[in-house]
């Protein structure tokens, strides 16, 4: 391919041209056809364009001998939208498993779990959509102006609309987000989207209302209260309706057992998830079979969004109603949406929305009997509330559990310590499979919650174009699936698992579609202890593969593969 003319662009197209014109091109033909498009891609600044461009190349004759050159560029060069794009397409022509591998490692990057749970959450949407009309149906309809702080996917934006807003600002810094947001509301002239954060926006904001779903576990981890704050002030010349318009913090005590061993070696205080070191942790603590709710919940905390927080420090005093251990407090939220709307995630209340986690703010175990009264020191400011005893310090909950945290409970092998965090991530994802004291074991299960953690619902949403966008992004691999706590059929027996060895099953349920691969490991110690992470380590969850949707059969054929830290399966019938 000579090079007449140094554009990249156009010598891209001469090699497009050479390669679809002789169907058995040259080796040099591909890698000078790679050279330019690479150095093309490096200085385009439209994806979409790079996008169709790819789209075209990935179709010329013996593509797929080369795709892993192209998709090794895109891992690095491509933002993750298109990233993800190319690499959909270039694995669906190549089936490398080394472009499969970059596209899981994509779509992990990309998106959070917790977005399709949070989508996929009823109450929450509802109570969202159900506040905006009933605030903007009272201050006016179409004259009025919305700003959307953290808009996300934009639903709370198209809710906005809906209502009968006049026009809405939709502000997103996250760029994946943004540019999601941006497809789904670009239908609606009222919609405006912003990337950026709402604290780059100029000072004397022309605004009527602001919504914000910018809520944690504890309702104000997030920096909703400055935020709000922040905006109020720069609006200062006009009145402004925050939605919700107030926050509530309760606080409980708790006996748990197991939430006490995922938190507790000697004097260190751990979360199962995460990295940074934060007073306290997310936990789902209605999982947890063992917990006992010590006493009643007390408020702490009751602030109009809007106003300034200062930090404060207060102490709380709980009655037993029975003799227990304390181990922690569970704190949770309530957020007044409307005059009639009221969001909460309180644990074992059955109109609490689902997406949000509980905060457990660990501490030191002390006993206490029946009808005894005890005290808790608390500090309090705009993003977090830290938690201890009367005299002592403030615990941070340092992030990043790995198995040697859990000698507490298995002091007895201590070649555990050694063997586990090498092969298991915290969060039950495996690691390798090459050693010889791990195996592998798994169950082929239909289970229709699961989508909620993996795709989003349409019909929740009530946006099609939401879910098409979002659910380009789910994982092959969902990493501490609460499979068991679900409602499932297991349509297999539980099988041994070997990396690239194929198993047939016939289906306990032939009208069913496998819905995902749910597998664990056990462990064989030097000592011939064997410990399964299903029975023996109830924190951690196993992990599932997703299935394509397949047609119902009595019999199906699964592959299994665990490859680094990837891990695939497939299925057919």
Known sequence: MGEVAQRPD????????????????????????????????????????????????????????????????????????EREKCLSKGLTVSRDP?????????????????????????????????????????????????????????????????????SVMAVEQDGLMHEICRRVTRDHNEIECYHGNTRELPGDIQVDIVVTETLDCIGIGEGIVDTCRDIAIKSRHRPVTFVPSRIAVSAFPIQSHLLHLSHFKGSEYRSTIGTQATPYCCEFVSEFPDIVNISDPIQILSHRL??????????????????????????????????????????GNVASAECWEQGYHPLPRRDFQCGEKFTVSVEITASSIRMCWPGEAIIQSVEGLDMRMLNARLATNPCLANTIPRMVTPDGMVVCDDQDNISFKGVVIYCESLERWTRVDKGVVESKIIAEEVNRFQTIVHQGVPWKTMQHKALSDTMKLKNGQVKRFSSKYPSLVPTALVFWCTITLQNGKTFDQSTEWPLWRPAAVLFEPIVPSKEYTVEFRAQGGNVFASITN
């Open 98 to 166: 080394v472009v499969a591998a970059q596209l899981q490692d994509t779509r992990s990057e990309a998106m959070e779990r917790w977005t399709f749970r949070m989508l996929n959450d009823r109450t929450r949407n509802s109570a969202y959509r159900s506040a905006l009309h009933e605030i903007i149906q009272e201050l006016g309809g179409d004259k009025l102006r919305v700003l959307d702080a953290g808009a996300g996917t934009g639903l709370l934006s198209l809710y906005a609309v809906e209502a009968g807003a006049g």
């Open 10 to 81: 156009q010598m891209m197209c001469m090699g497009i041209a050479h390669i679809q014109m002789n169907k058995t091109p040259q080796p040099q033909v591909w890698k000078s056809l790679f050279y330019w498009w690479s150095k093309w891609v490096s200085e385009c600044k439209d994806n979409e364009q790079m996008s169709a461009c790819f789209e075209t190349i990935s179709t010329l004759p013996e593509f797929a001998q080369h795709s892993r050159l192209f998709c090794d560029f895109m891992a690095c060069n491509l933002p993750l939208f």
């Open 306 to 347: 809007g106003d300034e927080l200062p930090p404060s420090t207060t102490t709380l005093t709980f009655k037993t109603k029975t003799r227990c251990s304390v181990d922690g407090i569970v704190t949770y939220f309530t957020a007044q949406l409307s005059p009639e709307v009221s969001l909460t995630n309180a644990p």
